[in-house]
């Protein structure tokens, strides 16, 4: 299978599955395939899953990675005045962030 994203823009997207909440074998499933270009049999029969668990995996990934336009978002870190930093994170309200850190 042809690769879908770069080991860069996979980097980019990845807030996006914890955001979600997804099994870390399930993103590892899917970057796999998405991103190291590996067939899905393969890939489930090097993990020791079904061929539809792993299309699943995939299959679920990928319906994130389009709801959220992830391919069209780009992170951004800038010093801004406060009214003006309060705008942009009203206006980043509705596209995934990443996790917070766990204190």
Partial sequence: MQPMYTKEEWKKVAPLFASKRLAISTVEVAKAVLVDGQRITDVAEA?????QTAHAAVKRVRKILEEQGAGE???VLVWLPPELAEQVRE???????PAAPKK
């Fill in 91 to 97: 206006m980043a309200k509705p596209f995934p962030q």
């Fill in 47 to 51: 993990r020791g899953m079904t061929k």
């Fill in 73 to 75: 978002l780009v992170p």
